[in-house]
């Protein structure tokens, strides 16, 4: 049972590129979301969804798009890469909306130059 | 606006000592409230969770109480062990309104248990 399991663990990309980060859960969770940890600061929503085929905005949405195409995966893009977006992004799912017990991968800290 | 608020960014105590985190909140509407563990380079993990309904909710060392009037919350660890030591973060989360789904996070405590 491997939980969470996001890919990759580091990146770096330049201004303006583009890329996905991958979000796989095998616990058949139908609450899947995307945070980002900044210093000082908790993590904050970016997108979330209930359901394949069901997503919405967080707090943070803009510059990411996500889909939800099967329950297992949900993964999260860049579109464009700013240096506003360094941060450590984690993925979370949990059984209920309450996201009581949500269980995180490990991160995959990212730095835009 | 920061909704869920952890005004002491650290901590310090001593092993076998109770560690007492503290969180407040604006948001009338929250009726859940977790609180997470993490230690670096890792994900958080989910350490305990209180309904609005309850005032009390002990698991083990842990026990969360919530202070619905005075929109307080706080994590007490008693005895507190240097394994403890890792970032603590409260969250919370309201039903309807479109707030379902959605947990806010305050920016955490780092708590650091001295052997």
Sequence with gaps: NAGVTQTPKFQVLKTGQSMTLQCAQDMNHEYMSWYRQDPGMGL??????VGAGITDQGEVPNGYNVSRSTTEDFPLRLLSAAPSQTSVYFCASSRDFRNTEAFFGQGTRLTVV | DQQVKQN???LSVQEGRI???NCDYTNS????FLWYKKYPAEGP???ISISSIKDKNEDGRFTVFLNKSAKHLSLHIVPSQPGDSAVY???ASATGGGSNYKLTFGKGTLLTVNP
């Design chain 2, 19 to 21: 560690s007492i985190l």
């Design chain 2, 8 to 10: 002491s960014p650290s």
């Design chain 1, 44 to 49: 904050r929503l970016i997108h979330y969804s």
């Design chain 2, 45 to 47: 993990t989910f350490l």
């Design chain 2, 89 to 91: 973060f409260c969250a």
């Design chain 2, 29 to 32: 509407m929250f009726d859940y």
